[in-house]
């Protein structure tokens, strides 16, 4: 006889006909080599939960692969599950009933619970697998059945914040969290504070971890307790007693400490000040910050309520203020907090006196009068310029009258040195004085014969005065000009209320006497 010959993979199939054939033909050692072996269906057990123990309920499934040469129809499972009180040959589906999710995905399952009484320990079976073509297999389990877990209450297993938290926000919220599933009801929770008392809460979340959200804020640096009461708080599995916690769970946190006021600064403006109409002062502002920050200055120097003026030390103007006057001004200081300080502080502007420029002759002849007068002039206060500025003047006697007149005329009546002087007054009763002198100088016959034609009001009186005055001067000898000269003054008299005043009269006389 030939040996037979198989494809590769012949052998693989032919063991596991031996391991899982029971009840199938066997294959003719002598097959064709174009025979197709003939291969019963397979199948896998599976079980969840795995190690369960009593009271779970076990889902039972086993995987089928179809058997080949032909493909398996009408596949169908049997298993043992006698210890599971369904019976040495109990059904299977895969129908999606009896545990099965899905239907016709040839894996086959029911679901039964382990009955409580169960012993703990290892549970052995067998599961066969059928198809319509007359071919079986069958595969054993196993299942460890574990000793039930013994029930305990609820309990906190976390929260937030911490035990012992320290700076904890005052507008915190607080969390609890339970090892498992609770209902929390009735006065479940207490917040009791040191400092700011009991406070309630909205509670949200659940049923494992709540969320309180209390009413009020807490209060900074306060010690806060938190009680989760265990008479409130039962678990939601029916596996009881116990189904509440074993006592009251307390712990507490620690708000953070209020931060440090920011106190006020304080500033002082400073001065009195003094100041020039038409001039300008330095203001300096002092302050200081209980924090030590920096702080920022700002001057109100006009009096209208906004410090538009930046920094410690700004400049008063008194250009457009007429003194006498006083000012009130005010500085502010900010922190860096934001917090302010004022003061104020007073300036008094001080009138200043016009000024101008004194203009005198140096020198006049006797007899003839000199022009006194103050020009250039000027006052810082417009208000002073504008109002007008008055005049007086000293021709040698003594200051006359203040007035409008920026000039004045003098007289002479003899020779010599005359202290003269002017001031000029603001509105204010500001004066500015200015001296000088003028040398009235000897008189002359012409000068003498020109002051004669001055005065004399009959032209002929003055050309005969001026006749001798002339032929005075040129005398030969001293007698003779001296009878001219008493002849002049002969006829000054005579004309004395007759073309020439009294004055005049006397100013000529004392004057020809200078010759």
Not at 54 to 78: K, R
Not at 88 to 99: E, K, M, R
Not at 187 to 203: K, M
Not at 247 to 272: I, K, L, M, Q, R
């Amino acid at each position: 006889m030939r040996a037979a010959r198989f494809r590769p993979g012949a052998c693989l199939v032919l063991a596991l006909v031996a391991v899982l054939a029971g009840g199938t033909q066997q294959a003719s050692a002598e097959t064709s080599p174009n025979l197709a072996i003939d291969a019963p269906p397979s199948a896998v057990v599976m079980t969840a939960p795995l190690d369960p123990s009593p009271g779970t309920l076990l889902t039972f499934s086993v995987a089928v692969t179809p058997g080949t040469n032909p493909t398996s129809t009408g596949l169908y499972v049997n298993c043992d599950l006698s210890w599971l009180g369904l019976g040495p040959s109990a059904p299977l589906f895969d129908d999606g009933t009896n545990g099965d999710p899905t239907a016709g995905d040839l894996t086959f399952t029911v679901q039964a619970t382990i009955p409580s009484g169960t012993k703990p320990g290892t549970r052995l079976g067998d599961c066969g697998v059928f198809d319509a073509e007359s071919r079986s297999a069958s595969t054993s389990y196993s299942v460890n059945v574990v000793p039930a877990a013994t029930d305990v209450g609820p309990s906190v297993t976390d929260t937030v914040p911490l035990s012992d938290a320290t700076d904890v926000a005052t507008d915190a919220n607080v969390t609890i969290t339970f090892s498992e599933a609770v209902d929390a009801t009735g006065s479940w929770y207490a917040l009791s504070c040191a400092s700011s008392g009991d406070h309630t809460a909205s509670v949200t979340g659940g049923p494992q971890s709540y969320l309180l959200d209390p009413g009020t804020d807490f209060a900074a640096g306060d010690l806060s307790p938190v009680t989760a009461t265990e008479a409130y708080v039962t678990n939601q599995d029916t596996d009881d007693p116990p189904d509440a916690m074993a006592s009251d769970y307390v712990w507490s946190f620690t708000t953070a400490a209020a931060a440090p006021v920011n106190e006020p600064p304080t500033v002082s403006g400073g001065g009195p000040y003094s100041v020039d109409e038409g001039s300008s002062v330095n203001v300096t502002a002092g302050a200081n910050d209980p924090e030590g920050g920096l702080l920022q200055y700002a001057w109100d120097l006009d009096d209208n309520g906004t410090f538009e003026t930046p920094g410690q030390t700004a400049s008063f103007s008194a250009t457009a203020i007429d003194g006498p006057a006083t000012r009130t001004i005010a500085v502010r200081v900010t922190d860096d907090g934001g917090l302010t300080a004022t003061d104020t502080a007073t300036v008094t502007i001080a009138n200043v006196a016009p000024v101008a420029t004194f203009d005198a002759p140096a020198s006049s002849p006797a007899g003839f009068p000199f022009t006194l007068s103050l020009t250039s002039a000027h006052d810082p206060s417009a208000a002073d310029t504008s109002a007008g500025l008055e005049y007086a003047f000293d021709c040698g006697d003594g200051y006359g009258a203040f007035g409008g007149s920026a000039s004045a005329s003098c007289p002479t009546t003899d020779v010599g040195v005359t202290s003269v002087g002017g001031k000029i007054r603001d509105k204010d009763g500001g004066v500015s004085e200015y001296r000088g002198s003028v040398s009235v100088v000897v008189v002359t016959f012409s000068s003498l014969c020109d002051l004669v034609r001055a005065y004399s009001t009959d032209p002929k009186v003055a050309d005969d005065l001026c006749d001798k005055l002339e032929r005075a001067a040129t005398a030969p000898t001293a007698g003779g000009r001296e009878g001219l000269l008493a002849a002049f003054v002969g006829q000054v008299g005579a004309k004395t209320d007759k073309g020439l005043t009294p004055a005049q009269a006397a100013e000529l006389t004392l004057l020809a006497a200078r010759l």
